[in-house]
């Protein structure tokens, strides 16, 4: 059995889109997994994603999820987390209340309809006195990682400017040096809500929402898709506890690759 005998599914979060694959019989192994994850995710050319998931057995958890950004990277995804549960749910892997295991925990979730419920890691290294340099500028913000570590900026530029010439600088700032971080552009709304527009390392450019860096305030994100994640926790943002990321999960379509899905082109580095 190769990829290409295998039923992929499509799906979105949040603004997020993903590739995932049902690989509990270990079909997608290790050797090329990094090329074939470049090819398939490169959009125009092949099916295009913010990134492949893997859902794999798991002694002591219901699925475990595999995570990777579109340059093949290992990475963790609360949007692609809530696509994993639903799915579990939707193949009959796993019970409306399941338990998922990834490289950061073992996770709780509950899956109601098209919405998903997911416990996240409880943030950790909070600072929210971090300024950095930038152009000649300082810039300050707050710093927390949830599973992938984050640098918050409490602006936007207007909406139809682009963040990536300021977000790529941050993104490699020698303050995050060596793992780098995903930058949020976050500003009050109408409502009491929050909008927020994300810069994600490993996609190396903005995507539509970013459901990692929403976990950091109890209130209603609205992200750069229109689509809104909710964010639920107890205590104070710097020690907070009993994370859930909500929102809908869906799925788009399912299909079967072709080997002209990854080749006769060259994906970017």
């Given at each position: 059995m190769t990829p290409f005998d295998m039923e992929f599914f499509?799906?979105?979060?949040?603004g997020n889109d993903f590739i995932l694959f049902d690989n509990r019989a270990g079909v997608l192994g290790p050797d090329g997994l990094r090329d074939f994850i470049r090819r398939v995710t490169t959009r125009a050319l092949s099916v295009g994603a913010d990134g492949v998931i893997l859902l794999e057995k798991a002694p002591g958890a219901?699925?475990?999820a595999r995570f990777f950004n579109p340059d093949g990277t290992p990475t963790f995804c609360g949007n692609g987390a809530r696509c994993v549960a639903r799915l579990a749910y939707l193949k009959g892997i796993a019970p409306a209340r399941l338990t998922v295991e990834t490289d950061v925990m073992r996770h709780?979730?509950?899956v109601k309809g098209a919405e998903v419920s997911f416990e996240m890691r409880d943030p950790q290294r909070f600072d929210d006195g971090i300024e950095v340099e930038v152009n000649g500028e300082r810039l300050s913000g707050a710093f927390v990682d949830t599973g992938v570590p984050h640098f918050v900026l409490?602006?936007?530029p207007p909406p139809k400017e682009p963040i990536d010439p300021l977000g790529r600088l941050l993104r490699s700032h020698p303050r995050f040096a060596p793992e780098g971080v995903n930058v949020d552009f976050v500003r009050p709304i109408d409502g009491g809500a929050y909008s927020i527009r994300t810069f994600e390392r490993g996609v190396e450019g903005e995507t539509l929402a970013c459901g990692t860096g929403c976990a950091t305030s109890p209130v209603?994100?609205?992200?750069?898709?229109?689509?809104?994640i909710r964010v639920r926790f107890e205590g104070d943002p710097r020690h907070a506890s009993g994370v859930r990321l909500e929102g809908e999960a869906r799925l788009v379509y399912v299909g079967h690759l072709t080997e002209e899905s990854v080749r006769g082109f060259?994906?970017?580095r």
């Open positions: 499509k799906m979105t979060a949040g219901d699925v475990r709780r979730a509950e409490f602006r936007q209603r994100f609205v992200t750069r898709s229109g689509e809104p060259t994906p970017a």
